[in-house]
């Protein structure tokens, strides 16, 4: 009963550097999406999909790319690293319908020098 | 767009005493949910309560109670009878429904509340 299940758990990039966090769920969710946070920040959405190959921006969602090929996975893809990208990223998915519970991962901490 | 907000940066309370957690929030949907998460120190997200902008009742688990009041925008958080494993950043979020075009658009967060529960 994995769940939502993101690697790496940590991970340090120098500015420049790309990288994919991955996230997998097994639940059949519909709806997945990532977050970052920051300290004193709280949680913000950076990008979210409905489905497979329906994905949509949140608040936070320059320097990020997402695709969804498959209902399992979402990956996060850092094009070219920036140290303001130095966060705590989370993968969250949940069911389609009413009163739902978002599920989270365990969180990925990245650290752009 | 809606907004979340947790006046209170840090808490303390006294182990087996009540504390309370504001929030307030801002949105001009009908069909939304209201979340409290707790984040312990190890990064883990997990919920402790919610609650269906349609229902009147307030929600209840266990020691953890809501205190919902829709008109004010209100929602706050009450922990009785507080132990140690309480201790953690507590996370308000709120969730347009589906009725008003959400559901999938992910959930909107305060910047948190730290509790400290003093032995």
């Known amino acids: 009963n994995a769940g939502v299940t993101q690697t790496p758990k940590f991970q340090v990039l120098k500015t420049g550097q790309s990288m994919t966090l991955q996230c997998a769920q097994d639940?059949?969710?519909?709806?997945m999406s990532w977050y970052r946070q920051d300290p004193g920040m709280g949680l913000r959405l950076i990008h979210y999909s409905v489905g497979a190959g329906i994905t949509d921006q949140g608040e936070v969602p320059n320097g990020y790319n997402v695709s969804r090929s498959t209902t399992e996975d979402f990956p996060l893809r850092l094009l070219s690293a920036a140290p303001s990208q130095t966060s705590v990223y989370f993968c969250?998915?949940?069911?389609?319908?009413?009163?739902?519970?978002?599920?989270f991962g365990q969180g990925t901490r990245l650290t752009v020098v | 767009a809606q907004t979340v907000t947790q006046s209170q940066p840090e808490m303390s309370v006294q182990e087996a005493e009540t504390v309370t957690l504001s929030c307030t929030y801002d949105t001009s949907e009908s069909d939304y949910y209201l979340f409290w998460y707790k984040q312990p120190p190890s990064r883990q997200m997990i919920l402790v309560i919610r609650?269906?902008?349609?229902?009147?009742q307030n929600a209840t688990e266990n020691r953890f109670s809501v205190n919902f009041q829709k008109a004010a925008k209100s929602f706050s958080l009450k922990i009785s009878d507080s132990q140690l494993g309480d201790a953690a950043m507590y996370f308000c979020a709120y969730r347009r429904g589906m009725y008003s075009g959400g559901g999938a658009d992910g959930l909107t967060f305060g910047k948190g509340t730290h509790l400290i529960i003093q032995p």
């Open positions: 969250a998915s949940s069911r389609r319908g009413r009163n739902t519970e978002a599920f």
């Open positions: 609650q269906e902008a349609y229902k009147q």
């Open positions: 639940m059949n969710h519909e709806y």
